[in-house]
């Protein structure tokens, strides 16, 4: 288990840029405190939005006077609660991300990153959480862009864990986190139960990204001649013999394989967006993130 | 199957497990750490649906390897196997080409199984051997003279063709002698039918292997065919015999110029002949008398004959002398000739010798010798072409021991001379009947003119009572008119045909059996035509620019019995150093080596192709993939 001292994130330019952006939601999501965004509740924002009969023990100060000369009986005039979104960030840190060139890993956590400090500067409450087995580690939350240093350090020195059951860690996910919200899953997906892991989180109301994070040595691996392939989570070894055709079905495998994700997850309301890491993570965050709807 | 060098298949047990240590080494594959091998093992659990194969596939290499090696070492033991023929490094093939070899009862014709069996023998030389090949038959041939060039050898085999010839083997016999002689492990390899003549002299100082071609013997053929002038007109005799061990049945056609005359059928015994004599019209200049086909004659070569005349177009010959009644009475009966007389006193002499081709000078020599050729009977005095230094008295006569065609048929044992001219001839004359104190009769050809001189007189010896002369004056008359005479008119195939012309003559023609027309080769006053190996009617046509001022026909035929008997023989009598007195067949001992190791290494070869391509593989559908790739692409 080794702590990282990755390089700085991002450099200033792209934060500024990130700025500009704001994280979409589908739907009004519940919150615990105020903060900006619409709640489903009804709040004491400035923005009407129904009236309600005065039942005893509602606060009187709301009660609406104009309509009680009017009709002779108490409403209470309701506006609309903003109340801040919790966003949960999962950053797989197992073994098998911590491979290839542009190193995978980094670019989780650049990605999550970039995600955080957009929810942060919109008064969004961010939870981390990195799911390895030996390198887990959780930031509990952060609100405000004062929390933008913790999230950042936090995700600089998160160290590369050893494997792990990824389907393990979801459901353990789904079960304890507090406040459903926006989540980003930033993975490789390199896992039999990938299924089984993307379902435990759609059993709560999470609005779920999966960021499906593949390394250029990944999807056109560059092999030739008798390889006894190592496994860097320490699964069992496979021995192949590269030539074109093996690559070809390879490669007609890994398709078919993101071809079964991305259904599973359109069939799901999970947003899918894969990820290449030779793709610049400005790039990536400015254009593919945008166009896919996550952000604005 | 034998090995000549089975140490070397102990290589293979050396390099072998040295291969298959290094192929196991290899086996060692590369480690590679992965990010996870799901994706891998994803696609291994589709491709280990067809596992049997692909196991064998990740083998392929070393079995194509071993499989290289195994080739090669197999053939660096020199297998062989034992076949029908020679062993010497030094071979010398002696291929008949006589006419009997045309016979069709091999596959093909014998010779072209004599060719294969050669060419066979010719595969089997072991390295480094070389190879004689020796044509017999007609002219001796050498076409590839001791040569190491297998190439050139098979060439020269199949080079070689039929002769219409007698298969005379002392030409060839004795050349293979001499080269034997220089060369230890030497072979002499025949290949004939066996109807050959074998000189009883010879020794061949090497191995002799005879290699019998042909199985069956059952011929006819044309064993005769003349054509005479008879009161009538012309008399046609043809003759037919069976040459084979059956009795059998043929029908004979008769053609006159081209076109058919008659047609008779023959009944013939084994051994026996038919003939048959036919009066034709005297317009008539070429008769061919042919044999229908028949599978049961085995060689149709024989089958057809020819006989041509000269009718009308007889040689004038002049006999300058005092009269001689017995030479006038010999001449008159020879055909196609016409005599004319000219007194002893003549001396000048104005027809050329396109038009009187013979003088005889009966016991004159004048001043101023006539064109043409000549015949002199006991010359008074010396010429330019002999001497004259005394008479002898009781000469007795010697004929030469040599076949000479003025001596055929003619014995002069029982010929007395009374007295008799001593000649000293010079240096262009043969003699052909010797005698005390000098050649009695000598012939030759001196500056393109054929002379032939009788050294003593009719009337001084007895000669002229007997058989023998008129055949001596119509062999003297044939030798010196070419054209006349009995059967002047026929040729062997192959021997040259040599006219007398003068400088007046300005082309002579030669139109071939098959049609095709040649201009002869002039040389010192005699036009000569060598090429007549076809049977067949030839006719020669002398020019005087554009006119035609004589023609004299000839057929080609090879009338031989030995020829025609086509049974084949399984032994030869060739006496040789081994003190064998046969050439063996080959049948009882097999000697021949079969090296096949060539096609060891060739097929290693092939494998050797093979497995770079399977190594290469990739790379290879690397490329085609690209070019589909390129192919499919729209052209900008």
Not at chain 2, 503 to 524: H, L, M, N, Q, Y
Not at chain 2, 597 to 624: F, K, T
């Amino acid at each position: 288990m080794t702590t990282t001292t990755a390089p700085p994130l991002f450099d200033a330019a792209f934060v500024r840029k990130l700025d500009r952006l704001a994280l979409l939601t589908r739907h009004a999501m519940l919150g615990e405190t105020q903060g900006e965004r619409r709640s489903p509740r009804r709040g004491s924002s400035v923005e009407f939005a129904d009236f309600r009969p005065y039942t005893v023990g509602d606060d009187i100060r709301q009660i609406d006077w104009n309509l009680y000369a009017r009709m002779e009986r108490f409403f209470l005039k309701l506006f609309v609660a903003e109340e801040e979104l919790s966003i949960h960030l999962l950053v797989d840190n197992s073994a098998s991300m911590a491979w290839g060139d542009p190193d995978k890993l980094h670019f989780a956590r650049q990605a999550a990153g970039a995600f955080g400090y957009i929810a942060l500067s919109s008064l969004d409450r961010v939870t981390v959480t990195a799911f390895a087995n030996e390198g887990g580690r959780v930031l509990p939350s952060v609100r405000g862009k004062r929390g933008a240093f913790p999230l950042f350090d936090f995700l600089q020195k998160l160290p590369v864990g050893r494997g792990g059951s990824f389907a393990e860690a979801c459901r353990r996910y789904a079960r304890t986190a507090r406040n459903p919200g926006p989540l980003l899953l930033c993975s490789d997906l390199m896992d039999p139960q990938w299924e089984e892991g993307l379902r435990a989180l759609t059993t709560r109301p999470f609005e779920i990204t999966v960021i499906h994070t593949l390394a250029p040595q990944e999807i056109e691996p560059t092999l030739e001649g008798d390889f006894r392939l190592l496994d860097a989570e320490g699964g069992e070894p496979i021995e192949i013999t590269a030539d074109l055709e093996t690559l070809r079905r390879y490669q007609e495998g890994l398709r078919q394989w993101r071809g079964e994700i991305e259904s599973f997850c359109s069939g799901r309301g999970i947003a899918y967006i894969f990820a290449d890491t030779a793709i610049p993570i400005e790039e990536f965050v400015l254009t593919h993130m945008r166009r896919r709807g996550a952000i604005r | 199957m034998s090995f000549l060098a089975p140490l070397a298949l102990l290589s293979a047990a050396v390099i072998g497990p040295i291969i298959v240590a290094m192929y196991l080494l290899k086996l060692r594959r590369e480690e590679r750490t992965v990010s996870s091998t799901f994706l891998w093992k994803k696609m291994v659990r589709d491709v280990e649906a067809n596992a049997p194969w692909q196991k064998l596939r990740r083998n392929i290499l070393l079995l194509l390897q071993l499989l290289i090696l195994a080739l090669l070492a197999f053939a660096l033991a020199r297998p062989f196997f034992r076949t029908t023929g020679i062993a010497g490094k030094n071979l010398i093939v002696i291929i008949d080409r006589s006419e009997s070899m045309g016979a069709t009862d091999a596959n093909g014709t014998r010779l072209d199984a004599a060719k294969q069996q050669a060419i066979a023998l010719i595969d089997q030389l072991p390295d480094g051997g070389r190879a004689t090949v020796i044509a017999a038959g007609g002219q001796m041939d050498v076409p590839a003279s001791s040569s190491s060039d297998r190439r050139q050898l098979r060439d020269a085999i199949q080079g070689i063709q039929l002769r219409y010839s007698g298969s005379d083997l002392a030409q060839a016999l004795t050349l293979a002698s001499a080269l034997a002689s220089h060369e230890a492990e030497s072979e002499v390899a025949v290949l004939s039918d066996g109807n050959a003549s074998v000189p009883a002299d010879l020794q061949v100082p090497a191995t002799v292997r005879f290699f019998p071609v042909g199985s069956r013997d059952a011929n006819l053929a044309v064993s005769a065919l003349t054509l005479e002038s008879s009161a009538a007109g012309q008399t046609m005799f043809a003759q037919v015999s069976n040459y084979g061990t059956a009795e059998a049945s043929r029908r004979l056609d008769i053609y006159l110029d081209g076109e058919l005359f008659n047609a008779y059928s023959l009944q013939i015994k084994p051994g026996q002949s038919a003939s048959q004599t036919v009066e034709v019209p005297a317009a008539v200049h070429t008769v061919e008398a042919r044999l229908d086909a028949s599978d049961e004659d085995a060689q149709p070569l024989d089958d057809r004959a020819w006989a041509v005349s000269n009718a009308g177009e007889g040689s004038r010959i002049r006999i300058v002398g005092p009269g001689n009644r017995f030479l006038e009475t010999a001449l008159a009966r020879l055909p196609n000739i016409q005599v004319t007389r000219m007194p002893t006193s003549t001396t000048t002499f104005t027809e050329t010798a396109a038009q009187v081709p013979l003088t005889i000078l009966d016991g004159v020599v004048p001043a101023q010798l006539p064109p043409g050729n000549l015949f002199f009977i006991a010359p008074p005095r010396s010429t330019a072409f002999f001497s004259v230094t005394g008479q002898v008295e009781f000469p007795a006569l010697h004929p030469s021991t040599g076949e000479d065609a003025l001596l055929r048929y003619v014995t002069l044992s029982d010929v007395h001379v009374r007295r008799a001219t001593a000649l000293v001839p010079g240096a262009w004359a043969r003699t052909v009947v010797d005698g005390d104190g000098g050649p009695m009769l000598v012939a030759g050809e001196y500056e393109g003119r054929r002379i032939v001189v009788l050294s003593f007189s009719t009337h001084n010896s007895d000669l002229p009572l007997q058989v023998a002369f008129p055949l001596l004056i119509s062999n003297v008359v044939s030798y010196l008119v070419p054209g006349s005479g009995a059967d002047a008119a026929q040729i062997a195939p192959g021997q040259p045909l040599a006219l007398p012309v003068d400088d007046s003559i300005t082309a002579v023609r030669v139109t071939k059996p098959d049609g095709g027309v040649v201009e002869a080769v002039r040389e010192s006053g005699q036009a000569i035509f060598a090429d007549t190996t076809q049977p067949g009617p030839y006719v020669v046509e002398q020019y005087q620019g554009q006119k035609l001022v004589g023609r004299i026909r000839y057929a080609a035929n090879l009338f031989s019995a030995s020829e025609s008997t086509i049974a084949p023989k399984s032994q030869l009598a060739i006496a040789q150093a081994s003190g064998l007195q046969q050439a063996e067949t080959q049948e009882q001992n097999r000697v021949g080596r079969q090296e096949i190791w060539r096609w060891l290494a060739a097929v290693a070869l092939a494998v050797l192709v093979i497995e770079w391509l399977v190594y290469q593989r990739s790379g290879i559908a690397y490329l085609r993939e690209r070019l589909l790739r390129r192919r499919s692409q729209p052209i900008r």
